[in-house]
């Protein structure tokens, strides 16, 4: 089933990497009829503001990929603010999206969601069978709270919400601050800034034994536009690369993508995390016919690209 190419779409999240990159697949498609706000605009924790929004703008399909991230060291150390924010926009959204009658939603969850052990590659089955990786736990409970209430309103009421989870993203527009990224933007700015000052070593947090799976963002996007365009017959998918490497195997890449001469040095007293979260992507890729187009080795080199054409300028001056 093709969409109406008429159809008024709501990106929320559209600045970040995952909303930025949305937009861009629908534009791509002939989509122009979209909607964005920002915060100044909306206050998607704000519930009245929320339940306004979606009352006077008769909005066809929404995308929620606004939430409030981070990586490893921020999700440990800011447990309270990750549940509170993120739990207030999925709730504000996904309720108001319902009670608007809004055609369709696609929610975006994450990998976190899964318990720290889990039956590899990880089935959506998994779900809620044991405990959460602490450092993240805040997290992985807001994300878990916005997919049940998407499924409980598909459930009991036959609103077309569902959720996408997604592994480890990348790509363009990815977030870099030196200390609140995710891994591969969090090692592409240490490898530059290094590379860049001759610094002889470069520190990787753990002992780069936890395994990950990345997927480019705009794989990613791809998936979502497509997930909309029939009606799904499960509640959440996940939506991975489909293999994983290392930690030191990332950092061995990421060096070479960087021209970085140096050392790597493990520092073992930080934490590595879930030891290892590959997803099976088997229900989505079957029921959509998806499959991710960027192997890694090229997206990272994209990824490289869009941060030196961001942030080189700002680095060299520093």
Known sequence: ??????????????????????????????????????????DLENQKQVADFFKNEKVDLVYLAAAKVGGIKANKDYLAEFLYFNT?????????????????????????????????????????????????EGYALAKISGLKLCSYLRQQYDFQATTLMPCNLYGYNDN???????????????FHIAQLEGRPKVEVWGDGAALREFLFVDDLAAACVLAAQKKRSESFYNVGFGSDVSIAELAQMIKKVTNYQGQIVFNKAMPNGTPRKLMSSRRFQTEFEWSPNIKLIKGLKLAYEDFQNIYHNELKAA
């Open 1 to 42: 089933m093709q969409l109406n190419r008429a159809l008024k779409i709501f990106v929320a999240g559209h600045k970040g990497m995952v909303g930025s990159a949305i937009i861009r697949n629908l534009k791509q498609n002939g989509f122009e009829n979209i909607i964005t706000r920002n915060r100044k605009e909306l």
């Open 88 to 136: 207030m926009i999925e709730m504000n959204v996904i309720w108001s999206a319902y009670q608007a009658k809004v055609s369709q939603l696609i929610f975006l969850g994450s990998s976190c969601i899964y318990p720290k052990i889990s039956k590899q590659p990880i089935e959506e089955t998994e779900l809620l069978k044991s405990s959460l990786e602490e450092t993240n």
């Open 176 to 190: 870099y601050h030196p200390t609140q990224s995710h891994v591969i933007p969090g090692l592409i700015r240490k």
